[in-house]
């Protein structure tokens, strides 16, 4: 069983091509199909994928695999209309997660992390969160799809040692 994550779905249900044009999609419908092929081929029904806001129409989760958690952005509908659904394991504004990797605290948008945090992922934000375990999470910056966090951590690993050089 892995964990994986991923933000900034932005399931638009097809009629709205803002999400889509920015990164070479002809429509929503396109890139809702390329994110959920992706996630087909990353993640595995016993799997969990924590989602760190933004998901948009969350209609198209329905048939995806693993266990869904919504970490809520501004954007996402009230965690009772989240749980509601029945698309969700659970909702919440924020999440510390004990791994194999040490504490990770998840959050939609990384402004609202503590200055003790050591490492946060994190979805989407304006401006430059370039900060020291600090890992964004976005769909458009992870090939499409969810991560997971072996992935991740592989991931930051390489970077502290870049930094190091």
Same mark, same amino acid.
């Given at each position: 069983?892995?964990?994986?994550?991923?933000?900034? #779905?932005?399931?638009?249900?097809?009629? +709205?091509?803002?999400?889509?044009?920015?990164?070479?999609?002809?429509?929503?419908?396109? +890139?809702?199909?390329?994110? &959920?092929?992706?996630?087909?081929?990353?993640? /595995?029904?016993?799997?969990?994928?924590?989602?760190?806001?933004?998901?948009?129409?969350?209609?198209?989760?329905?048939?995806?695999?693993?266990?869904?958690?919504?970490? *809520?952005? /501004?954007?996402?509908?009230? /965690?009772?209309?989240?749980?509601?659904? +029945?698309?969700?394991?659970?909702?919440?504004?924020?999440? *510390?997660?004990?791994?194999?990797?040490? #504490?990770?605290? #998840?959050?939609?948008?990384?402004?609202?992390?503590?200055?003790?945090?050591?490492?946060? #992922?994190?979805?989407?934000?304006?401006?430059?969160? +370039?900060? *020291?375990?600090?890992? &964004?999470?976005?769909?458009?910056?992870?090939?499409?799809?969810?991560?997971?966090?072996? $992935?991740?951590?592989? $991931?930051?690993?390489?970077?502290?040692?870049?930094?190091?050089?």
């Amino acid at each position: 069983m892995a964990i994986h994550f991923v933000a900034d #779905l932005q399931f638009d249900g097809g009629e +709205r091509t803002r999400h889509a044009h920015p990164h070479g999609f002809a429509d929503t419908a396109e +890139r809702t199909r390329r994110i &959920c092929e992706t996630w087909r081929a990353r993640v /595995a029904p016993e799997d969990s994928v924590w989602i760190l806001g933004n998901v948009g129409n969350a209609v198209h989760l329905a048939g995806l695999p693993g266990s869904k958690h919504l970490v *809520r952005a /501004a954007g996402d509908p009230p /965690a009772w209309n989240c749980l509601a659904t +029945r698309r969700y394991a659970s909702v919440c504004e924020m999440r *510390r997660l004990d791994t194999e990797h040490g #504490l990770v605290t #998840l959050l939609a948008h990384p402004g609202a992390a503590g200055e003790e945090e050591r490492m946060v #992922l994190h979805g989407r934000a304006r401006g430059d969160w +370039r900060r *020291r375990g600090f890992v &964004c999470v976005t769909v458009a910056e992870l090939g499409w799809g969810p991560v997971s966090l072996d $992935q991740i951590m592989s $991931q930051a690993a390489g970077d502290a040692l870049r930094d190091a050089a």
